[in-house]
């Protein structure tokens, strides 16, 4: 039986450079910087924060000579789906419900978001 990965929490910063590296697919440090937002940050800081996620699981490398070209070894939807359970527990009690509400109130989603749920929804009961 397959040993499933632990997903750990990311950082904002290590968050931003899985971003792009999901988006890259494979990428050297200069090439994820290129992708970033000015301002950009330093080469060593994003060789850093890669660094940091190759010891956390998420990202390896494939050398090529003194070079390292990275690629994410955890997928945007497994870490959307972390992500998203810790912030539902976090924040709304494991509630969904809660967590609808939450954006009804605040106004995050409009009619035409509401409409589009409520037919996911009426479509997952009739599955």
Known sequence: MKKKKEIRE???AEEEIMQKLWVL?????KEIIED???PK????????IIRILETK???AHESFGKSHRYYPLIDKEEYKNFATGKLISSYFDNSAKKMFSFFL?????????????????DKARKK
């Open 57 to 59: 699981g998420f990202v």
């Open 25 to 29: 697919e494979k990428a050297f440090v």
């Open 36 to 38: 970033l937002p000015e």
């Open 10 to 12: 990311l950082t904002k």
């Open 105 to 121: 109130e605040k106004e995050k989603l409009d009619i035409k978001e509401v409409d589009k749920i409520l037919k996911m929804i």
């Open 41 to 48: 940050p330093a080469y060593n800081t994003v060789s850093t």
